[in-house]
């Protein structure tokens, strides 16, 4: 009996890896985040250095994702009218060069709070035209029966740089300076392009009928609303990013003012949150063709609030990471699970447009929630501040259990 089910695991675990294309993007994308993660961190504290000012740690969350307020549902509908492929190697060639941008001024010593805002901003209308396309694309690499394997790859694989990349920013950073940071994110770009070139993918069917923007986009966002599992998933997951997520923002200032520590501080608190999230995606991955998704994402919805709030009440660097792997393996199982659940059930053609709307809101909210916080923690603190975010999504945690019965049952 034991042999079957370790064969079982093992080759559920890995099966979207059976697809050449998806290798490639694997590979390729796994260099690349690891440079995402290094300037993400070294950004958020370079600026929370030089201000000393947790409301700017809100105002670079803003500035980052208001973009998806302005492109994100057009970039949905761009996603479903052009190769995706080819919308990919735009979009990174940009991000690359964004990098190489900002690590010029930081090496030449004139970088100011607005310049790091100002390129959050672009990097953010770059992300609003690649994340509904990253991730509508992921069925053009796998077949759709490892549709919820590839996307809990993914998850592993997104989550592994953020265990990694921050601590490895933050030595980079006290040793080197943040322009290093920035410079290897910009090299950590390559890859991902030069796989995308490499693939070899089936021809797309094009869309014939001429349509205009407006009614593509309402046909996207028609069937999202009168869909009962995405209705659910929208709800439970644009709580999350306004009020769950937003710990990540506080994190620079939690490592200087809670627990007195520095760079590599916060490094490590970034990489405790990632550490979490892939053990729950490694999990997720090995269960990606069982039945149950729904109840997994629910018991994640009641497990984060709970972990959240765990940490908050931590005071020393153990504590604290101990508590934020947890809150990675609850977040994760959200995450994964909403992403995997709104694909699998929107139709192949309206898969760009539902995954904007989605993105929308992941990215859209993200910001807004990102003020929200920092201002509380400005006046009350980041301790408090996480406490009232924790007792939200717990909230909404309850409101869908009770108005959205059907998700438990999701798969």
Excluded at 178 to 183: D, I
């Amino acid at each position: 009996m034991s042999m079957p089910f370790k064969q079982f695991q093992w080759k559920q675990s890995i099966a979207a890896l059976q697809y050449p294309n998806y290798r490639l993007w694997f590979c390729g994308q796994l260099v690349s985040l690891f440079g995402t993660w290094m300037q993400t961190t070294a950004q958020a504290y370079l600026i929370f250095q030089m201000t000393n000012s947790p409301t700017y740690l809100g105002y670079i969350a803003f500035a980052s994702g208001l973009p998806s307020w302005m492109f994100m549902l057009y970039a949905g509908v761009i996603a479903d009218r052009l190769p995706r492929r080819t919308l990919l190697i735009i979009t990174q060639t940009a991000m690359m060069l964004l990098a190489f941008a900002l690590a010029a001024l930081t090496f030449s010593g004139i970088v100011q709070p607005w310049h790091i805002l100002a390129f959050a901003f672009v990097l953010g209308v770059a992300n609003a035209f690649d994340a509904p396309v990253r991730q509508s694309f992921t069925l053009e690499m796998v077949e759709r029966e490892d549709l919820t394997n590839a996307i809990a790859l993914n998850g592993a694989m997104f989550n592994g740089s953020m265990a990694v990349g921050p601590a490895l920013s933050g030595l980079i950073y006290a040793w080197l300076g943040p322009a290093w940071c920035f410079t290897m994110n910009g090299i950590s770009y390559i890859a991902v392009i030069v796989a995308l070139w490499l693939m070899r993918l089936k021809p797309t069917p094009k869309k014939t009928e001429p349509t205009s923007i407006l009614a593509d986009m309402r046909e996207g966002i028609d069937y999202a609303v009168t869909s009962p599992i995405v209705r659910a998933l929208t709800f439970l997951i644009s709580a999350l990013m306004l009020f769950g997520i937003q710990f990540m923002t506080l994190l620079p200032a939690w490592a200087v003012h809670v627990l007195g520590g520095d760079e590599t501080t916060n490094g490590l608190l970034q990489s405790a949150r990632g550490l979490g999230a892939v053990v729950g995606a490694l999990a997720l991955a090995a269960l990606g063709r069982f039945p149950y998704k729904g109840r997994l994402l629910t018991l994640g919805s009641f497990a984060f609030p709970l972990a959240l709030a765990l940490f908050s009440i931590s005071r020393s660097i153990h504590s604290s990471f101990v508590g934020l792997t947890f809150v990675g393996v609850a977040f994760v199982l959200m995450m994964n699970l909403g992403n995997a659940l709104v694909q699998v059930n929107s139709p192949d053609h309206l898969r760009g447009r539902v995954m904007g709307m989605y993105s929308f809101l992941l990215f859209g909210l993200m910001p807004i929630g990102g003020l929200i916080s920092g201002f509380l923690a400005e006046h009350i603190g980041a301790p408090l501040t996480i406490v009232l975010n924790a007792g939200v999504c717990l909230l909404v945690a309850l409101m869908t259990w009770f108005v959205f019965p059907a998700l438990r049952s999701a798969e």
